[in-house]
Structure formats: structure tokens, C-alpha cells
């Protein structure tokens, strides 16, 4: 039997240059959906997902999404002489929902590189990386769908997604043979294919890896911009050991491009009951 995933790899030490100017001063992972930042998703994503220690991989300037996971005292105790009890009660929830660390990485390398750099942390067990522009609104957790394929196959997992034809070249694509109609014995792995994508299944940013990905990311040669692509280690990962793809239950949101965001904050407002009416009657003056 696989071990169960206890940690989670989260890479946020990206610029957020799309959505300048707001992450001028702002990291993007702090960028809100509704009232809760992008990041809270990913990290109570995880949680539900069994995972106890959260790794974050920063860069300079981002100390505020430490902050955010962190006990604020002075403003919990005025929210407590304001009578805000509920509210004081939610700002602890968030400090103490997981053990969350951060890791330096000193220069842009690319993702296998932040992934990289979470080696000393992780140690010999299975974790997930957990990509902070993809929120998935799922009944079961995405990651938990992923981790329950690891567990039952033993085998690293990562998320899969059907798209169209066109939007190929905007993804990682993989192929392989079926197993069920959700998994994938993973044969093959091209980057945004620009022409003959091997099929219209995109890898989407959750990844249950085994600790042998560490010694693969390290024998990974740097390509343009001397970047380390995770997913030349995952190509390397599925001819020694396997690799499977899981075509996730839930919706999934592309928060790191504006138009999605955009989309990302109607859809969860619209899960709000004190928000959807008066919205849904906004939308529909507008259109």
C-alpha cells in the first residue's frame, strides 16, 4: 500500500506580471476571489486532502502570503472588542489549518527548479505540487481524487483535462493508454505542442509525486532561459517507473489569466446565497 500524501509543494515565487499593475506592490497569490485570496483555495484544497505541512516556495517580497497564514493578535483582538467573534474565529482557522513553511528560491529557474528546491523539506515521501493558478471547485478535492489514484496504483498522478483542439498549444499535453475512463497510463508528454498534439488531454497544475522526482529534476538539462522544466523529470519519471494522468471531477479555473479570474470570482460569488441574487440581477442588467 502507497504511503498517503502529507505534504504539499506550492511554487509562488512568480512575478504576477499579467496582472500588473495590481501585483506591483501585491503577490498575485494574495489577488482575492471574492474576499479570500487565490492562495487560501489552493492551501484548504490540500488540507481537505489529508495534507499537514504546506511548503511554500516564495521569492523576495513575498512575505505577505506568510503573513497571511500566520496569527495576526493585535487584529484579532480588536475584531474580539468589536464584537466580532465569528470573524476572529476565521482569521485562527486560517493560522492554524496547516503547519505552512517557506523556501527561498533565489532565482527564476523554472518550475522543476522551485519544485526542486522543496527537496530537504519533503524527504523520502510522496507529496503533491499544487500549481496556484488552477483553482478546481470539486465536490471531493482534486488533490484528494489525485491522491486516492496513488494510492491505489502506486504510481505518480498527475491531473488531466479535456480541451479543445485549439487550445492544445497552450498546455502540456499527454497521451498514453486508458486504464478506466478516468485514468491514463502516461506514454507520452510534449509541451505546448504547436502542431500534431498527441491527443487533447492537458496536464493541469496538481501533481502527486513520488521523492524520486528530486534525483530526475537534478539530472534534467536547463532549456531556453536556463529554465528546469518539471516536465522533462516527469517525461523520465513515466519511462522508469510510471506515470499516470487523472482526468479530475470538478471545475476548474485559470486564475492566473485575467479573463479567468474574472470567471473564478462570479463563479464562487454565485455560491454566496447573500451575494448570488443581487449579482445574478446585476448580470442580468448588464447583458
Request: aromatic share 4%; net charge negative; hydrophobic share 45%.
Amino acid at each position: 500500500m502507497s504511503k498517503p500524501i502529507r505534504k504539499a509543494v506550492i511554487p509562488a515565487a512568480g512575478l504576477g506580471t499579467r496582472f500588473l499593475p495590481a501585483t506591483k506592490a501585491v503577490p498575485k497569490e494574495l489577488l482575492p476571489i471574492v474576499d479570500t485570496p487565490t492562495i487560501q483555495y489552493i492551501v484548504e484544497e490540500a488540507v481537505a486532502a489529508g495534507v499537514h505541512d504546506v511548503i511554500l516556495i516564495c521569492a523576495r517580497g513575498k512575505d505577505s502570503i506568510v503573513d497571511h497564514f500566520d496569527i495576526a493578535a493585535e487584529l484579532e483582538a480588536t475584531l474580539e472588542r468589536s464584537g466580532k467573534t465569528e470573524l476572529r474565529k476565521e482569521m485562527r482557522r486560517i493560522a492554524q489549518m496547516a503547519q505552512v513553511v517557506t523556501v527561498r528560491q533565489q532565482e527564476p529557474l523554472g518550475l522543476g527548479h522551485a519544485v526542486l528546491c522543496a527537496k530537504a523539506l519533503v524527504g523520502d515521501e510522496p507529496f503533491v505540487v499544487m500549481l496556484g493558478d488552477d483553482i478546481i471547485d470539486a465536490r471531493v478535492p482534486a488533490t484528494r481524487q489525485l491522491a486516492d489514484c496513488w494510492e491505489r496504483h502506486g504510481l505518480a498522478t498527475i491531473a488531466l483535462m479535456e480541451v479543445p483542439p485549439a487550445e492544445t498549444s497552450m498546455y502540456g499535453i499527454a497521451a498514453g493508454r486508458a486504464l478506466d475512463e478516468r485514468t491514463t497510463r502516461i506514454e507520452r508528454l510534449v509541451e505546448k505542442p504547436k502542431v500534431n498534439p498527441p491527443s487533447n488531454l492537458a496536464v493541469i497544475g496538481r501533481y502527486v509525486l513520488p521523492p524520486r522526482i528530486f534525483e530526475l529534476l537534478e539530472q534534467v538539462t536547463p532549456g531556453v532561459g536556463g529554465e528546469i522544466q518539471l516536465t522533462d523529470a516527469l517525461a523520465m519519471l513515466a519511462r522508469e517507473e510510471g506515470l499516470l494522468g487523472y482526468r479530475f471531477e470538478g471545475d476548474r479555473y485559470d486564475a492566473g489569466d485575467r479573463l479567468g479570474y474574472l470567471k473564478a470570482n462570479i463563479a464562487f460569488a454565485m455560491k454566496r446565497p447573500e451575494l448570488a441574487g443581487p449579482l445574478r440581477q446585476y448580470l442580468g442588467e448588464l447583458l
